[in-house]
């Protein structure tokens, strides 16, 4: 770059004296100077080629400088990207960039990492193009290299595949379009995160990676893998469906993802440099050097080859970076000149791995995952699988309305001038940022929170935009028409609060499936009328509805206030795949269904029934007696109420001392409090919807609903303000009980993907002391659970599924119980500095409302439920609404009432997971979300897509990796030997698609195929 400095002077020189210049000359000087910057431009060395692999015979210890930087945490994301408020913490991202970058220019041998893309492409957009030039140069080097490479380092326990898989696609995209494939990530770097998911290990796999690393384990199983030397392994993130395709090596690191004692040299840290002049006093030289040889051979004694890696980093590290690298330059130079044992060198998780890779050991596996995490007794770090309960729902709703968004775009062909891809990008980047592991995870301050949720809001209005305009082209028979049709969008459903529904006596609704399969979906509208006509197809059929009075309970949430609703429009929808239906719904005259009261003691139970399924209501209690599954003839006694743990409290000095928080679950005894022992109950009876309304105190009441033709019952559950004028913090649950033999175990969804069993005071692979019987026995729940008969014969399943990320458990047989809500008064002092005591928008506590959902069946029936169900609640439908003066007849004469996206719906177990733009083609994605042998249906799927939607053809294609930065035809993995057998080449396994129309794809269970597509509109 000395050149283009001296170039660069001469021109401003020149035009700042006046001196007068050849015509041709500033073409040609740039050119010049542009074409040296292309070549600097083209790769040199990265990836494994750029490595450094160490010596034989020796130690080799691999110093990783970096930074980990937490994308909203104490600050928001932009607060810590530009340095404010240095009051809560020190820290500022454009200046660790700014100087790290500096410092590599210096020097070749120099190496760093960087992570998060969200601050990196805030960074990047503010840097000059020579910059630019320099950063780039420094990637095809392999001197910064991108680790991981997602928008964000995200959370692991409360995630959904779908999102995870989002957000790694938007940062790889990032990458590629701005360095190309030297910036690929090669290694997963999921160093923070409290607790690993084998589905995240899984999703890494399928994305290319090599290699995982991670910063924290349970405090057992770390000294267990220490002792054993297991601490790198292969594991096996879906053994029983992608077998060797979802295989990941995986490496604990031994010091967290900071350095060893000692070796810390940022502001802050405290530790001494390394002073190396004799002529001054305090030359510590050899102090230092034989304090790191002890640390490196101490660390070498727990793992298998003469390989190690340190991490020389930690939080927001390295605003001045010389101070870094100054002291590892002194470290570097002084250990390899004192003695020959130790061989100390700059270098990068990649090339650690790449070094595991070529020592040729056998590596133990794993086929479980690492929840819970505790870091010590009595301290398991499940709390957070619950907290900031709304905040987690709203993340799941908001993704859904991406979902939804990115289709329509497509499928609408939206153009430049509609600036879509803008404002999807918006909701794209909230949506990334808030898959952080102290985001979705609920472990941010409040303020924080509140900032992540108002990015998620401005996300989501930019979204609606873009649906608003994909209506009106997909509808709009006459494209000549003046005046578009603005749809409204309602989100406080929830709660029954919909000003254009309550205010207007007659409007269009819009109901868009984002799913591949039709879908029929029971929807409940805010209104104010008696009673309601509804008419939808292009005959005007008139579609059955019932009006149910809003209960009592609904009226009180704070969130209803100013609604002038007073009742429920219900109503199923029946909606085409991938398309939508309009409804047109003017009111009536009639009456709405009656509330009837229950009495307490009254002789007779109290019966929720429908065609399938039957609740029975115990008179003296009010509270839930019995299930039965008439379809199966099953019926099992059941029992449901809600309770509420006191969460301990303490100074967090010692375990015993360790306070319930934002992070920890902790209660202070065994058996929670019933919130009641008995509920007052409404009853609601109609042709459409049966209801059963439950009052268990002023901060808790549930509906127990049941749909005509439902095969499961809906509990919605709403709890707050949780009181706390006792000075004690609550953890709220609900619990399912039932006599079912379950024999100590129940099972979880893994990020809404495969089901993982779980053991009560067990874990697979290391002897548990269980030192909290019920926190300790916590797991993540993204979208069901369930419980089954395991001792008798009997083939009985009893599965919860829910609408946003839960933790729960089985503590006692036959029970399962979900932690619904959490307000408490102490900090658990690991890191957030503030209790989780959400206020909410009235100021005495947060109310969050919830549905679980609920399936007693036999085992291939409930998997197959589970299954749809699971989709279905994920990808719900999206509502618009608008009012018109069109008569029904008028409107069918201007608009498309029934639409469908696809020319044939998908098969009952492949989902369209992903339909959006890519630069000039479409990115998709398959998946066939059956796993094996589960139920009737799973197995092998072929779908023909050439001609599967409805808009455009599809005229060629190239798959891809699950994250969509490396066509599948060109990856190549390194290959690992286990203890139990090689693993094979993965590559080519899954590259298996017919290259030509109509492109027939195969998916086997559990598989997830990504292709860039071309499309041909027609």
Known sequence: MELFAVGLTIILQGVLLGLALPADFRFTQFDFLRNDLDQQDQPSKCGYESCNLGKPDVLNVHLVPHTHDDVGWLKTVDQYYYGAKENIQRAGVEYILDSVVDELLKDPNKRFIYV?????????????????????????????????????????????????????????????????????????????????SREQASLFAQMGFDGLFFGRLDYQ?????????????????????????????????????????????DAGCGDDPVMDDRRLHDYNVDEKVAAFVKAATDQAKNYQTNHIVMTMGSDFQYSNANTWYKNLDKLIKYVNMQQKEVNVFYSTPSCYLYSLNKAGKKWTTKEDDFFPYAHRNN?????????????????????????????????????????????????????????????????????????YAERLANGSAECQEVINIALNKLQDKAPSIAAALEWKFCNYLNVSKCGLTE???????????????????????????????????????????????????????????????????????????????????????????????????RNSDVTLKNERVSVVFDSMTGLVKEMTNTDKGISIPLSQNFFYYIGHDGDNSKPEKQASGAYIFRPNETNPYPINTSATLEIVNGELVNEVRQVF????????????????????????????????????ITRYMTKLASDNKFYTDANGREILQRVRNYRPTWKLNQTEPVAGNYYPINSRAFIRDEVANSDIQFTVLNDR?????????????????????????????????????????????GKHYVYLGDKSSSAKLHRDLGEEIFMAPITAFTTSKLTPEEWAEKHTITWSGVRSALPSNVHLLTLEQWNDKALLRLENFYEKTEAEGSGEKEVQ??????????????????????????ASKLQWETEDGQQGDVANEINDFEHHAPFSVKLTPMQIRTFEVTLSYT
């Not at 770390?222 to 990941?248: C, F, V, Y």
């Not at 499928?411 to 509609?418: D, Q, T, V």
């Not at 050439?946 to 035809?969: C, H, K, W, Y």
């Open 805 to 849: 990320s839960q933790g729960g458990g089985s503590i006692q047989d036959g029970n399962l119980e979900i932690m619904l809500h959490r307000r408490l008064l102490h900090d658990d002092s690991l890191g957030v500095g503030e209790p989780l005591n959400e206020t909410g928008v009235a100021g005495n506590g947060l109310v969050v409302r």
């Open 503 to 601: 205010n207007n006596t007659a409007f269009y609704m819009t109901v868009y499936n984002p799913l591949g399969r039709p879908v029929d979906k029971w929807l409940r509208l805010p209104v104010r009328g008696k009673a309601y006509t509804i008419y939808t197809g292009p005959n005007g059929e008139l579609v059955p509805n019932q009006v149910v009075p809003l209960s009592k309970e609904t009226k009180m949430v704070p969130d209803h206030n100013n609604s002038r609703a007073t009742a429920d429009l219900v109503f199923k929808a029946s909606l085409p795949a991938l398309g939508f239906n309009t409804y047109y719904i003017s009111q009536s005259s009639g009456r709405r269904t009656a509330v009837r009261k229950v009495r307490q003691n």
């Open 945 to 970: 897509i050439q001609d599967l939607f409805a808009p455009f053809r599809i005229t060629s294609m190239v798959e891809l990796n699950l994250g969509g930065n490396q066509p599948l035809s060109q």
């Open 116 to 196: 998060e893309i969200a601050f990196f492409y805030r960074w990047w957009n503010q840097q000059t193009d020579a910059r630019r030039h320099n950063v780039k140069r420094l990637v095809n080097e392999g001197r910064l290299e991108f680790i991981l490479g997602g928008w964000c380092m995200n959370d692991e326990a409360a995630t959904h595949y779908n999102a995870i898989i989002d957000q790694h696609t938007l940062g790889f995209k990032f990458l590629k379009d701005n360095f190309g494939d030297c910036a690929r990530p090669r290694v997963a770097w999921q160093i923070d995160p409290f607790g690993h």
């Open 697 to 732: 105190s002023n901060y808790t009441s549930q509906v127990v609903r049941l749909y005509a033709g439902s095969p499961y019952v809906e509990f919605e559950w709403t709890v707050g303000p949780i009181p706390i004028g006792d000075n004690k913090g609550r953890e709220v």
């Open 379 to 451: 301290s398991f770090w499940t709390g957070y699988f619950t907290s900031r309960a709304a905040f987690k729902g709203m993340v799941r709703d908001t993704n859904n309305l991406l979902q939804a968004c990115k289709q329509l775009d497509i499928l609408a062909n939206l153009g430049p001038e509609h600036s879509s891809s803008y404002k999807i990008d918006v909701l794209k980047r909230a949506m990334g940022v808030s898959q952080h592991h102290d985001a979705v995870s609920g472990t941010e301050k409040q303020a924080v929170a509140y900032d």
């Open 221 to 265: 199983d770390k000294a267990w893998r220490l002792n054993n030397r297991t601490m790198e392994h292969m594991w096996r993130g879906s053994p029983d469906n992608l077998g060797d395709a979802a295989n990941l090596f995986t490496g604990a690191l031994y010091n967290g993802y900071g350095p060893p004692g000692g070796f810390c040299w």
